[in-house]
């Protein structure tokens, strides 16, 4: 597995039971990393800091929130309408910003060549609105790795209501990966989640099952 959006790695203990050692945790927000490090590197799983987005080399501001960062974003501030929804969360304009230097997936499978295994083929990205740009990242052609093509299964969190300034929302995302043989095989569209989408195979079955 590859987890984009580590944060402090809480589902490590599920993960190791399934998959064992074998799991990328990427995070962006380095004041975690002690922590992140700490939860998984018992399992003997490998925690690379990076900030993911579409464009490498790119500074932009990393808006923290209020519930332990668990919702800070690359992609920017929490919007009127989900301090709304989720009660009582603040955003950068109370908890401030970070300057980041974004990477994206070519440039990162070089810099760490074990991202482009075979073996990771569950890519979870959990980037706090940052799902369509890093798709997109990981899609493109040439460069290192495979692309979504390394992948067989893809758990993505987002959201049908604008969480952050800035987003794409679920539609924009569900069409790029369609482009990529990727189905919503529950066909869930939820206000905001995580959704599975499973690659097809030629034929238009599910290449893999996706109850397991």
Not at 65 to 87: H, P, R, W
Not at 101 to 122: I, R, S, V
Not at 186 to 192: A, C, E, N, R, V
Not at 197 to 206: F, K, N, S
Request: with cysteine; proline share 5%.
């Amino acid at each position: 597995m590859v987890h984009i959006g580590a944060h402090r790695g809480q589902e490590a203990p599920w993960y190791a039971a399934r998959v064992g050692r074998n799991v990328v945790w990427i995070e962006c927000n380095p004041s975690v990393l002690p922590s992140l490090e700490a939860n998984v590197g018992g399992y003997g799983h490998t925690v690379v800091q990076a900030c993911l987005w579409n464009v490498a080399g790119e500074v932009r501001q990393f808006h923290l929130t209020s519930n332990d960062a668990q919702s800070a974003s690359i992609v920017g501030n929490l919007t009127e309408e989900s301090k709304v929804m989720f009660s009582g969360l603040q955003g950068s304009e109370t908890q401030g910003v970070v300057t980041m230097t974004t990477t994206d997936w070519p440039a990162l499978c070089k810099e760490h060549p074990m991202l482009a295994n075979e073996k990771y083929n569950f890519l979870v990205v959990d980037a706090q609105g940052g799902e369509y740009e890093i798709l997109e990242a990981v899609a493109r052609p040439g460069g290192a790795g495979q692309g979504l093509a390394q992948f067989t299964r893809l758990l993505v969190e987002y959201s049908n209501n604008s969480i952050y300034e800035g987003q794409r929302l679920q539609p924009d995302v569900e069409s790029l990966l369609a482009q990529h043989g990727f189905v919503n095989k529950h066909k869930f569209y939820p206000p905001h989640g995580d959704v599975l989408y499973v690659r097809q195979a030629p034929d238009g079955e599910t290449a893999v099952d996706a109850s397991s």
